[in-house]
């Protein structure tokens, strides 16, 4: 292959770091006072990469050339459509980042530059076809998220965050830094390919092992329990739009590339990684509903509600069909949708002074001050919770159809049956914002762009949201049917 093929490849990309190059330079001569002219062109950039990813979504590039630079870079309709997820919300977290860091006179020009060069990370992480890929995406996302979580270096809780998520982040970096070099060694590739091809046949100790720590390290990055043990005090201690970056688009990433590494690595081995699948993702459901019951901080709950629905995409996963991985990524568009709300609407609860309310007996009775705000995230919650007609309840229905075709029955129930206990908090949230006897605390208004982006994702999670599903079914389908061609 030549190298303008491979160039062609990495549009998406290459705008991207091109786009985070040239804002660094302005930043670095024009200091923060360009700080929302870089965001708007940091969006535009966005704009431009996903604009670049219609072709491969639309078309799926069946039968054409996806492999770019050897097999380092894989350009299919798998990674286009995370691709896309990921850009959506970034922009979600770039658009609502201006208003909140005003107001603390905390704008910096960095913020929408770190945001890109973590973007570019993650579509690096998502196109990998060989773990040095991997490994370099995985690495230029995390070394800017570490930043972005202690992006106000005054504020305890941030800096806080900063180093928890940094020494938690290397842990898991060297855990799966770990599983790589075993694989390699007991197969003698780092390529995805032949790495699969030398587990075709009986699996040597070693290589399980080597099997167990990569899916260790890799549920580290999506926050799946038991390595979710970060994520509370992140969410809690970032500021509140990089916890809403934090929550959506690198999750997206992380799931992606772990269903790559499953099918495109692991495919060969079902019954080895299923089971782990399988654990880690009732364990997660498990552990994200019971965790979050007793928490009084709206932010620390939204944390495990992302540990609880990661359960739920990861059941998608160890269906191990084109169904089972289509099926997480229509459930990854709609878990970005509800959690981009949430942490919006998270973001519009303000006092009379307007400081941050995150404690959720300041919620109560928030309904009588702010009607609309309040619906909205009412809404949110019920669609966090699965209770239909609202589009988190499809969600749910298709990772649970998907295991029962694989016939795995038992785990489908399991999980309908943990969705029930998660129901619990989210309607607990319900109860308070709008029957308790109101505390009089949420009394603040919002910026413009905070407004839109919340009245974009309500309409989404809504019944709404349904006459999406013909076309966001078609665009998985494609996106599955990619991923499986290598099997």
């Not at 870089?38 to 050339?65: N, Q, W």
């Not at 942490?343 to 995150?358: S, T």
């Not at 006897?437 to 309500?458: E, F, Q, R, Y």
């Amino acid at each position: 292959m030549d190298l303008s093929t491979s160039l062609q490849l990495v549009v998406p990309e290459l705008i991207l770091t091109a786009a985070g190059l040239i804002l660094l330079l302005a930043a670095a001569w024009g200091g923060d006072k360009p700080a929302r002219t870089i965001t708007i062109a940091a969006v535009a950039a966005l704009f431009g990469a996903g604009f670049a990813l219609v072709p491969t979504l639309h078309d799926g590039l069946m039968g054409v050339e996806t492999n770019a630079f050897g097999t380092l870079f894989r350009a299919d309709a798998y990674a286009a459509f995370a691709k896309a997820l990921i850009y959506l919300a970034a922009i979600g977290a770039l658009m609502i980042a201006p208003a909140w860091f005003d107001k603390r006179d905390a704008l910096r020009s960095e913020y929408p530059i770190l945001v890109l060069f973590a973007t570019v990370g993650m579509s690096i992480m998502v196109s990998a076809g060989d773990f040095l890929t991997l490994y370099l995406g995985l690495e230029l996302n995390s070394l800017a998220a570490y930043v972005l979580a202690a992006f106000l270096r005054d504020d305890r809780r941030s800096a806080e965050a900063g180093l928890k998520y940094f020494v938690l982040g290397a842990l898991a970096s060297g855990i799966l830094l770990y599983g790589m070099s075993l694989l390699y060694g007991f197969t003698g590739s780092t390529d995805f390919a032949g790495v699969k091809a030398a587990l075709s046949g009986d699996l040597s100790t070693g290589a399980l092992f080597g099997v167990v720590f990569v899916l260790a390290g890799l549920a580290f990055k999506i926050a799946a329990a038991p390595f979710h043990m970060w994520t509370p005090d992140v969410y809690e201690g970032a500021p509140t739009p990089v916890t809403t970056f934090f929550a959506t688009a690198p999750k997206v990433a992380a799931v992606a590339l772990t269903g790559r590494v499953v099918f495109d690595v692991f495919g060969g081995q079902v019954d080895a990684w299923r089971q782990i699948v399988i654990f880690i993702a009732l364990l997660s459901i498990v552990i994200g509903a019971l965790g979050a019951i007793g928490q009084e901080n709206i932010k620390r709950l939204l944390a495990y509600s992302s540990i609880n629905n990661v359960g739920f995409i990861l059941i998608g996963l160890a269906a191990a069909t084109a169904a089972g991985a289509s099926a997480m990524l229509v459930y990854l568009f709609i878990y970005v949708a509800m959690s981009l709300g949430s942490f919006v609407a998270v973001l519009m609860l303000k006092d009379e002074d307007g400081n941050d309310v995150e404690s959720i007996s300041g919620m109560a009775g928030m309904v009588k001050e702010q009607p609309l705000l309040s619906w909205c995230l009412f809404f949110l919650m019920l669609s966090l919770a699965g209770i239909p007609p609202l589009f988190g309840f499809w969600g749910k229905f298709v990772v649970f159809q998907a295991a029962v075709q694989a016939d795995l029955v038992v785990l489908a129930a399991l999980g309908i049956a943990a969705s029930v206990i998660g129901a619990f908090y989210y309607l607990k949230v319900c109860k308070i914002i709008m029957f308790d006897d109101p505390a009089g605390v949420v009394t603040g208004n919002s910026d413009k762009s905070h407004w839109t982006l919340l009245l974009i994702t309500s309409a989404i999670i809504s019944p709404l949201g349904y006459l999406l599903t013909p076309s966001l079914g078609d665009l998985a389908n494609k996106a599955a049917e990619a991923l499986f061609l290598t099997l």
